[in-house]
């Protein structure tokens, strides 16, 4: 078969491809030129609301709301967009062979396309628990979430099992927002974590009580320290029960797990340099191989400002990663070049009427200010985190766009702290006055 030639290829369709797209179009790209590729069947769209908007009982988000690049508060590109900007959506395809010297990718149609450029934009996936041989675990009525099918096929699942009985396995974001979304639903939930309190990786134990405290006063269960060890089914292959490593067992019409995640880098193995997990890419998201680029989940990246390299899974650097390297290839064209890339990490997430934001690094000694009740309507609290005598990183639960503002600078402003006593008591006041 006749391979089909683009002058630059995105390999995958999310969110990164979706702001990789609009920088091309902005900063100029004939009809004809650019390719995305992507097994999902739809336009580039912004992945985190699927397990938010896109789960509700009531006014739910559906595509075409929140194609990309809304999520940043910009333009929404619709199919036509791509069609009027002569960018190719190539979708439902899978790429299954990557040759990076022949600059070859090849689907499981038998398609073959080649490039000038490549950006590598696959994202990542679930980890599933038949990965670790839990027993039972491919029994029908267990979801995990990545892609829209698979939220098409959670809300059929809610839908089937009104006031049924669902159990989260896993205590990170996807872990919380998902039982919340259950909970909205009216299903009757069980967290199950194996760690002592939610989202062990960002939240201090005062931070995750307050989170643990709101879920379980909206009637949240929490079992906590165990993990599920198998799965038993129906006769027709249904999921009814949870059995834990402590010996309880949870009755479940639904289980969906949200136990972690995992960069799709298996076809570029050994074509191009790894480091912790990720492929491996300078300040400019350049892969060890010249012309190929890789952005968002899959890039293992200078972090600068800690002079670090780290891979980051979350959407504001699949959004900013996408948009250097579309603009270092345009600059390298011209014979110019940008800046290098500095990016402060931004996490968030949002559930019930919760909504916190993080910035920067949960290293060293931790502060937490404010309001930790979580009976309190509305409670405003926050901490920062304090390395070599400087804040490094800083966390707000309902904070207004200006507060929110104010810790993201103090995170990158990496100010002196002197007492955290003194700290403790200024709270939030101390990022609004840097
Ligand atoms: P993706 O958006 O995953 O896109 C990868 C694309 O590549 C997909 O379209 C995939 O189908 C395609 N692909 C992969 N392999 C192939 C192949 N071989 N051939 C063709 N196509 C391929 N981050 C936050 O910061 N805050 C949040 O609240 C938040 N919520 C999230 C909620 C959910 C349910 C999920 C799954 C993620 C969430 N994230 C959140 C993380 C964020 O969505 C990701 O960091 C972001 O989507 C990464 O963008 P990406 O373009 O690198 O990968």
Redesign the pocket.
Known sequence: MAATFYKYII????????YAAREFASLGVLPGELAI????AVA?Y???????AYLFPEGAARLPGFHTCVGSGGERLLPDWYAEKGVELILS????KVDLAEKTLA?SFGGIFKYGTLII??????IKLSDFGVQGADAKGIYY???IDD?DSLVEAIRAKPGGKAVIVGGG??GL?LAADLIINKLDVTMVYPEPWCMPRLFTSEIAAFYEGYYQNKGVKIVKGTVATGFESDASGNVNLVKLKDGRELPADIVVVGVG?RP?VS?FKGQVEEEKGGIKVDAFFQTSVPGVYA????ATFPMKIFNDKRR???????RKS?IQAVQHIKATEKGTSVAEYDYLP?????SFDLSWQFYGDNVGDSVVFGQTDPSVPKAKFGAYWIKDDKIVGAFLENGSPEENKAIAKVARVQPPVTSKEALLASGLEFASKI
């Open positions: 390999l995958g369709g999310g969110v990164a491809a979706g590729i992507s097994k999902e580039p912004e992945r985190p609301a699927l397990s938010k395809t899978e790429i299954v689907s934009a696959t994202g990542a996936t679930f979430l990545r892609e939220a974001y996807i927002e995640a799709l076809l952005v968002g989940d899959v980051v899974e979350h959407v504001d650097h699949a996408a931004f996490f968030y997430s949002r």
